[in-house]
Nanobody, 125 residues
Framework: QVQLVESGGGLVQAGGSLRLSCVAS????????MGWFRQAPGKEREFVAA????????HAADSVKGRFTVSKDNAKNTVYLQMNSLKPEDTAVYYC??????????????????WGQGTQVTVSS
């Protein structure tokens, strides 16, 4: 089992920035790839960005490319999502995800079995 705890959400004006954090614990020896998903009210959960265990590979949805950056600190078992130039349509609950199978599934928009509890991001216009 891998436990994930997100933090860093909040309310920000359009054009602003936020950094989300996700701390992993438990069976991190499985070297999981890590991903971020989001779910807006009335919409399905969607893929945002992902990073391989080594940090050498990253992938982001077209809607956030150039604005969001995913990174990680393996010494802290933490993955980050730096969100810049935020738009009202970025408003959602953001979820951290872990996939021991690696980053490949995220390229298909699929998710691993492990989820955090989510953190709310609200962007005002």
């Amino acid at each position: 089992q891998v436990q994930l705890v997100e933090s860093g959400g909040g309310l920000v004006q359009a054009g602003g920035s936020l950094r989300l954090s996700c701390v992993a614990s438990g069976r991190t020896s499985s070297n999981p790839a890590m991903g971020w998903f989001r779910q807006a009210p009335g919409k399905e959960r969607e893929f945002v960005a992902a990073i391989s265990w080594s940090g050498g590979s990253t992938h982001a949805a077209d809607s956030v490319k150039g604005r969001f950056t995913v990174s990680k600190d393996n010494a802290k078992n933490t993955v980050y999502l730096q969100m810049n130039s935020l738009k009202p349509e970025d408003t959602a609950v953001y979820y951290c995800n872990a996939d021991p199978r690696g980053i490949s599934s995220y390229y298909l928009g699929a998710a691993g079995n492990y989820w955090g509890q989510g953190t709310q991001v609200t962007v005002s216009s």
